[in-house]
T-cell receptor, first 111, second 111 residues
């Protein structure tokens, strides 16, 4: 069963705007990971945030994690056309010994 | 270069004809997984392996087999493929619970 659920399913913005995607999950986790996938290609890791962390940055990416609400958000600032892709959150739990992906958010950045 | 390779990249086959998709990683990772990706369903885990000779079912294991005889290789076997196994397949490897490195994907069409 899916652990992570992304919201929105699709997002269309103008170049230069910020894009925010949300992920909710159901069980306790050890870490949460965000990945990007360009159309039909392999997933590329963006950021990993651990359960004892609340916020993490990498370049134009900012990830927050709220374990009390079982949710995470990915913010892409000053978006570019090259950011057009699908974004997935994935959760890892020691108890389940596996990584579970959500259904993804499809982001379109219009030049 | 750290990488995960999959072969073949594209495959068209007929119902019932056994096939194997190979996966190999050069990062000495203990953890390897197979996923399938279908429109609207995100990535669903088929099988995973935590080390040599240690494998376990993911969320959608029916109709698939795996083996882990060597640390670097994790082949996916479809003993009797059916049309509902038409999908995009990804292999991934990682240190347990950490960032996953994905292969380029295998597009399978079962007629």
């Amino acid at each position: 069963s899916q652990q992570g659920e992304e919201d929105p399913q699709a997002l269309s913005i103008q170049e230069g705007e910020n894009a925010t995607m949300n992920c909710s999950y159901k069980t306790s986790i050890n870490n949460l990971q965000w990945y990007r996938q360009n159309s039909g290609r392999g997933l590329v890791h963006l950021i990993l945030i651990r359960s004892n962390e609340r916020e993490k940055h990498s370049g134009r990416l900012r990830v927050t994690l709220d374990t009390s609400k079982k949710s995470s958000s990915l913010l892409i600032t000053a978006s570019r056309a090259a950011d057009t892709a699908s974004y997935f959150c994935a959760t890892y739990s020691w108890g389940y010994q596996k990584v579970t992906f959500g259904t993804g958010t499809k982001l379109q950045v219009i030049p | 270069e750290a990488q995960v390779t999959q072969n073949p990249r594209y495959l068209i086959t007929v119902t019932g004809k056994k096939l194997t998709v190979t996966c190999s990683q050069n990062m000495n990772h203990e953890y390897m997984s197979w996923y399938r990706q279908d429109p609207g369903l995100g990535l669903r885990q088929i099988y995973y392996s935590m080390n040599v000779e240690v494998t376990d079912k993911g969320d959608v294991p029916e109709g698939y087999k795996v083996s882990r005889k060597e640390k670097r290789n994790f082949p996916l076997i479809l003993e009797s493929p059916s049309p509902n196994q038409t999908s995009l397949y990804f292999c991934a490897s990682s240190d347990r619970g950490e960032t996953q490195y994905f292969g380029p994907g295998t597009r399978l069409l079962v007629l």
